[in-house]
């Protein structure tokens, strides 16, 4: 029953709207770049937890796209994620009247919306210059547990590093 729970929450989430905006520098051949490592400070905007969780999911999706974690890499990586409220849209109407006089609201239903702005940089261990950027906007829900939210990261880091292609970066020269 617990697998169902975490499978329907996954489905939910993959059919969300947000989409995936990349930028790179052009001039980069990206093939040259094998391996990584994380900027000691990263994860602006997330607290310890859930820097832990971004971490996790970005080495299992680095590591499945045959990047190597090492000291000295050919790049870094930086995350942030920026997070503003999200107007509730979501009411239920009430209404009193008689006679041509009439007093009318909403209530808000549902929980509260917030927008979250998720970015994931490459950047230059030579030059420290970003290579290559991605920027997933999404809607979360506030309050949020631990494992929806392990699953959230997870499902943005997988589509935002889906939009990665070496291959038709370095193409684009």
């Given at each position: ?26 001039t980069i ?129 997988k589509k935002?590093?889906?939009t990665y ?9």
């Open positions: 029953m617990k697998n169902l729970k975490y499978l329907f929450l996954f489905l939910l989430m993959g059919c969300s709207s947000s989409k995936v905006m990349t930028d790179f520098d052009n051949n990206f093939s040259d770049f094998k391996t990584y490592s994380f900027y000691e400070d990263v994860g602006q905007g997330l607290n310890e937890l859930d820097v832990n969780r971004v971490t996790s999911a970005l080495k299992l999706e680095m590591k499945q796209r045959t990047f190597q974690e090492v000291e000295n890499p050919d790049f870094f990586i930086n995350f942030t994620s920026k997070i503003s409220e999200n107007p509730n849209k979501n009411l239920i109407g009430i209404g009193l009247g008689n006679d041509g006089f009439g007093l009318s609201g909403g209530i808000p239903i549902g929980g509260k919306k917030l927008n979250e702005e998720f970015v994931i940089e490459f950047v230059n261990a030579k030059t420290d210059q970003v290579i290559w950027e991605g920027i997933l906007n999404s809607t979360i829900k506030e309050k949020r547990t631990p494992e929806q939210k392990k699953l959230h990261f997870n499902e943005i880091i935002i590093l889906d292609s070496p291959k038709n970066n370095s193409s684009k020269n």
